[in-house]
């Protein structure tokens, strides 16, 4: 538990990042204003500090495509535990560039502060789902690979806590708001030395037998872990059959093209279901929705996001993968119509400002019952250690363009679509649901090479035959649960 816990961090690192720019808007377009007025003696035209805006709420997902698809090199030339050390470099980085472009005078500092850190996030979102997937038991993969969004969910509250006009989010303390991920990457950076390196990637990657022997031991907590040693030898025996995976070679070959496919699949489901146009301007969301108070409204949206990621933790190997993902995906579609509902009658019924904080409570809930969670560490299971990171590299690139889409173009189609934008959302995720349905499989209980030799019989049969029935079918074998 230690071991996923000083990952975690980096979890908790994307999450805050995410959040944090969201409660000091105002503050720091105010600082643009006046950092522009100062050069230029004259006020920021609208249209421009719109774009500033924009650029800093969005460049922090161009850092994370930058850095998701570095995650293959890292992990394996330096392993999963030292990329994540190095990547800490990053962070620190970022906060001096944050936490100073205030004493400095320069809202470029803040925006290229908010890149870099994009690119350790980006990192992260690789490192951690696959060093969690790699150290944890089979019984126990879809729990602990949730505490990976669990982390990013924590980091969030605490961006959105913290960014209280009375505690960091006022303009005299924004700069440590932002610079506030400074603390995380060095403790990170004192706990993973205690850390155990992946016994996958000793024993795969490195052929490190014993040493891979005595790191399962330690992570079991017991001697007899002939089983685990014996799935890990059964996987490189197979992975030396392959020729190494490139990310083109995902796309080329029939045994990884449906896989990758799914998994790209889940990652949009996550990003174009419009929860971060939530997160990003739910502080303008629920103004526009005639709340008084609309930061205290986004903490409880965020303590929402919380306890129902805790839900998902408790449940994901009870229900399966692919049933919570559904049901995430459907509940999320009919919050988003009565969101509409609700902000295109608020002018008749001022009630209705309370019915769209209900409506957002429900969108959020459902979003971490499956959307949330699940697209992170189902990539990880898809594939066997050979095209793994690659495939991780893939899937995050896709989540971080999507996550890009999002935060640059909400706002403009908010401004042309007014209350109904929630609608594009809503088609969106109801797309989604028929492709989890048809194409998802289950992934609980099964061990790595289980699931991808349920993916290679697919193939085998020829991608127009494939479906998730038919896969599900494959990989259930006799077990009654499933």
Known sequence: MMAVGTAVIGSLQFGYNTGVINAP?????????????????????????????????????????????????????FGRRNSMLMANLLACIAALFMGFSKLAASWEMLIIGRFIVGLYSGLSTGFVPMYVEEISPTSLRGALGTLHQLGVVIGI?????FGIESILGNAYLWPLLLGFTLLPAVLQCVLLPFCPESPRYLLINCNEESKAHMVLMKLRGTDDVNEDMQEMKEESQQMMREKKVTIPELFRSPSYRQPIFVAIMLQLSQQLSGINAVFYYSTGIFERAGVSQPVYATIGAGVVNTAFTVVSLFVVEHIGRRPLQLIGLMGMAVSAVLLTIAMALLDQF???????????????????????????????????????????????????????????????????????????????????????????????????????????????????????????STLRGDDPDL
């Open 157 to 161: 509250l605490l961006a959105q806590i």
């Open 350 to 472: 001022k009630w209705m400002s309370y019915f769209s904080i209900v409506a957002i409570f429900s969108f959020v809930a459902f979003f971490e019952i499956g959307p949330g969670p699940i697209p992170w560490f189902i990539v990880a299971e898809l594939f066997s250690q050979g095209p793994r990171p690659a495939a991780i590299a893939v899937a995050g690139f896709c989540n971080w363009s999507a996550n890009f889409v999002v935060g640059m173009c909400f706002q403009y189609i908010e401004q042309v679509c007014g209350p109904y934008v929630f609608i594009i959302f809503t088609i969106l995720l109801l797309s989604f649901f028929v492709f989890t349905y048809f194409k998802v499989p289950e992934t609980k209980g099964r061990t790595f090479d289980e699931i991808a030799a349920g993916f290679h019989h697919s193939a085998g049969q020829g991608a127009d035959k494939y479906s998730a029935p038919e896969e599900f």
């Open 25 to 77: 808007q105002n503050i720091i377009e105010h600082f643009y204003n006046e950092t522009w007025n100062s050069r230029f003696s004259q006020p920021i035209p609208q249209t421009t500090l719109t774009a500033l805006w924009s650029l800093s709420v969005a460049i922090f997902s161009v850092g994370g495509m930058f850095g998701s698809l570095s995650v293959s090199l890292f992990v394996n030339y």
